[in-house]
């Protein structure tokens, strides 16, 4: 007797949500299995990188093998942008608002805003827009924001339960979606979704974004909150969990001792450049197979590592 | 499935002897189905009621063992899909590839590099483990000779790679100690490639294309009284690869179908040339349910990564993962470098430590018990009062180590820094940041 494939049931489905806008908007989300499982289910839209973009020249922050494709452009954010799409092929961009940090440059809202906007009108691709996580400041930065970018149709995050409502209502006033992030914990993000819900946020339009941890520094427990956030929405049709998920991971890869330290400092390692690439693009492909959408990603190696995986798991 | 206690209780003798310590069979075979008994307690329950018994208590992915009798490494024997559904147990194994058309020198400096690539991290030894030793010319000397060669230049486990059985046995008497495997049956010789297993008693990987081949071919050899197996599909494309390993993993724990029941073999060395791409096939199957990849080399800056992946998927996440109490030197610390104090969930201490490490500031980090609890709960649960921690700063003996005399506690339990002052009076108690991400610019500010 033949052999026949044991298939799983799905009786759910992961939400369309397209960000951008015009020709080169993207669609992500509609599987109907768990990731890349395409014998017994589909992926409407495959898996998206976006490359990471910040406002501020990262300086000490970056490890070299980071800087060293953007070296000349690290100063200014829409050359910087310009160069992904051009020059990597960069299907989407986050900007990372680094110069608002109240613990840092603290920069105004106003002119971060402005940053955005020239961004915007520098390139055709979707753009994500994360503030830095402080609950208040990104409550009167993110705002702005969708004012000046008004229907470009943004991603706009981390939206947490703290600010979810400012940064909502600025959301629904100006035509962009959130990324609503709450601390590796399922219930938490199904509770922040339903609060976003009853503010009028369309569910079309909020990615899920899990909050990542490091190669190595708890990676793990994102790993283990997707599949479960996948088995939920796709097995238990759970709703609220059938957002898209979105993973700034590309931060907390490269400021781990292990990608920072040089080959001087530490040869039994390899090569710094090599491991970094590696080290992003290990961390990529885990995070796909847990369910990932949308990944925000530094460098170019690594992107293109982790576009050749999608490729491959997904024709 | 695991049988019932009524179901095994119809294989019982039902005499209600009590000599299994039970004071009947019925409660006897409750306790078996439950797994709180042993079925050889009972000294009359009939050969054929064993082997029944032992069919369905055997675990649905067979575990095999391998490598010398005082360092037995496991793989397979997993029992879920999902790592949160339960656990992973044993870590897919690295291994790098030789083959007898390698030079000498080739070789020398592949064992050298294996054996120096070894990371300490958490009190864990992170390490690629094997090598497949691959038969390219069909000379059982050359092959014996180089197998020799691992043996004595390193304490990796082996794979045996070759499709004529008498160049495996060559190899296989030279490898005996670390109990090899054999690669690979396939159809064409699966009567020899069984029969010399069996004689060595060793695991053996089966090798067809498509399902129902490879069933025919494990069934085969399960025929022989083998049971030590493991498979490969022969796909080489990734998209293949990821579903054979997903459909082999659900077929064996689900419909438990026996001809998948064992761990499966990845060879990624043979699925591009590109090292970079390699290394992340080997991170697909790391992260779905491959027993073991092997690369053609191994080098550092790659198998790093893959190392720090493993370990991740496979920590138990039944326990929260902890760290043992204690002094950390972050950055190389001396008599006037910093100290910190902060709890000892695994996740609290990788930040934490991942923070420091990265700003390069000279830190004692102290690390006390909280039963694995972050701080906020910690401080919450009474695990991080002010008393508790001024006790456990002087019993560290931080102060042989350090003369400065400032403690940075977390900014979530700065309510305590009022007890702890009391309790370490000579201390300066500084209240550091709540989000560890802060804590580089802080650092830098003192």
């Known amino acids: 007797m033949a052999f026949e494939i044991p298939k799983q049931t799905y009786s759910g489905a992961i939400r369309s949500v397209t960000i951008g806008k015009g020709a080169k908007a993207i669609t992500l989300g509609g599987e109907t299995s768990y990731p890349f499982y395409l014998f017994e289910g589909e992926m409407a839209n495959i898996p998206k990188i976006a490359m990471e973009v910040w406002d501020t020249d990262p300086g000490e922050e970056w490890a070299d093998p980071c800087k060293e494709p953007f070296k000349d452009v690290l100063a200014d954010p829409v050359a910087w942008a310009k160069k992904c799409v051009n020059d990597y092929g960069a299907q989407a961009l986050a900007l990372i608002l680094v110069s608002t940090d109240p613990n840092g440059d603290n920069a105004p809202a106003e002119k971060a805003a402005a940053t955005a906007k020239k961004v915007l009108e520098a390139v055709d691709v979707p753009i994500i827009v994360y503030g830095t996580g402080n609950v208040e400041k990104d409550a009167e930065v993110l705002p702005a924001v969708a004012e000046a970018c008004q229907g470009a149709n943004l991603v706009l995050g981390p939206v947490q339960d703290k600010n979810y409502k400012k940064i909502g209502a600025a959301c629904l006033g100006y035509n962009h979606s959130v990324a609503a992030n709450t601390p590796i914990d399922v219930n938490l993000a199904k509770q922040l979704n339903i609060l976003l819900g009853q503010l009028g946020v369309k569910d079309n339009t909020i990615l899920v974004d899990p909050t990542t941890g490091g190669l190595g520094y708890g990676m793990e427990y994102t790993y283990s909150v997707m599949e479960r956030d996948r088995m939920a929405a796709l097995t238990q049709e759970d709703e609220k969990l059938q957002s898209p998920i979105i993973n700034y991971m590309s931060q907390e890869v490269w400021k781990v001792k292990e990608c920072k330290q040089t080959n001087e400092e530490a040869p039994q390692l390899g090569d710094q450049t090599k491991r970094g690439i590696l080290m992003e693009a290990v961390t990529a492909v885990s995070l796909l197979l847990a369910g990932a959408d949308l990944l925000i990603m530094r460098h170019p190696e690594a992107v293109k590592l982790a576009n050749t995986i999608i490729s491959e798991l997904a024709s | ?446």
């Open chain 2, 1 to 446: 499935m695991a049988l019932t206690g009524i179901a095994i209780f119809k294989m019982l003798p039902k005499t209600n002897c009590k000599e299994c310590g039970f004071p009947t069979c019925l409660a006897f075979a409750m306790a078996l189905a439950s797994g709180k008994a042993e079925l050889a307690k009972c000294p009359y329950v009939s050969e054929e009621a064993k082997e029944q018994l032992a069919e369905a208590s055997a675990p649905p992915i067979r575990p095999v063992k391998l490598g010398p009798k005082d360092a037995v490494k496991t793989i397979g024997g997993e029992t879920v899909m999902f790592r949160h559904e339960k656990t992973f147990f044993n870590p897919t194994l690295i291994a790098g590839l030789l083959t007898t058309a390698m030079s000498d020198a080739e070789v020398s400096a592949k064992l050298d590099t294996f054996m120096k690539m070894q990371f300490e991290r958490v009190g864990l030894n992170l390490r690629p483990e094997m090598f497949a030793i691959q038969d390219v010319d069909g000379d059982a000397g050359k092959f014996a000779a180089l197998v020799k060669k691992v043996m004595e230049g390193s304490d990796a486990l082996i794979m045996l790679c070759s499709d004529k059985p008498e160049i495996l046995k060559a190899g296989a008497e030279v490898a005996k100690d670390r109990r090899p495997i054999l690669y690979a049956a396939t159809a064409a010789n699966a009567d020899a490639m069984g029969a010399l297993a069996k004689e060595l008693d060793l695991p053996l990987v089966a090798k067809a294309d498509g399902y129902d081949a490879l069933a025919e071919l494990t069934t085969k050899l399960t025929g022989m009284g083998l049971k030590d197996l493991l498979l490969d599909s022969g796909a080489r494309k990734l998209k293949q690869v990821f579903q054979d390993n997903i459909v082999f993993r659900r077929a064996a724990l689900v419909p438990k179908f026996r001809p998948f029941g064992f761990p499966v073999v990845n060879c990624v060395a043979e699925m591009t040339n590109d090292p970079m791409l390699q290394t992340v096939y080997a991170a697909t199957c790391i992260a779905k349910y491959g027993g073991i990849v092997v690369l053609s080399d191994l080098q550092p800056d790659s198998v790093f990564p893959l190392l720090l992946q493993r370990l991740n998927i496979y920590t138990d996440p039944q326990k929260p993962m902890i760290v043992t109490q204690g002094i950390y030197p972050l950055n190389n610390p001396d008599e006037n470098s910093l100290i910190a104090v902060t709890t000892n969930f695994a996740l609290t201490y990788f930040i934490v430590s991942g923070e420091i490490e990265g700003c390069k500031v000279p830190t004692w980090l102290l690390i006390k018990d909280t039963e694995g609890l972050s701080v906020m709960t910690a401080w919450a649960a009474g695990k991080f009062s002010g008393d508790d921690v001024g006790m456990f700063v002087k019993k560290s003996g931080i102060t042989e180590k350090a003369k400065t005399r400032s403690l940075i506690i977390p900014g979530y339990a700065a309510a305590i820094s009022g007890d702890l002052e009391e309790e370490l009076p000579d201390w300066k108690i500084l209240i550091g940041p709540r989000e560890a991400s802060h804590i580089p610019a802080f650092l830098k500010s003192l």
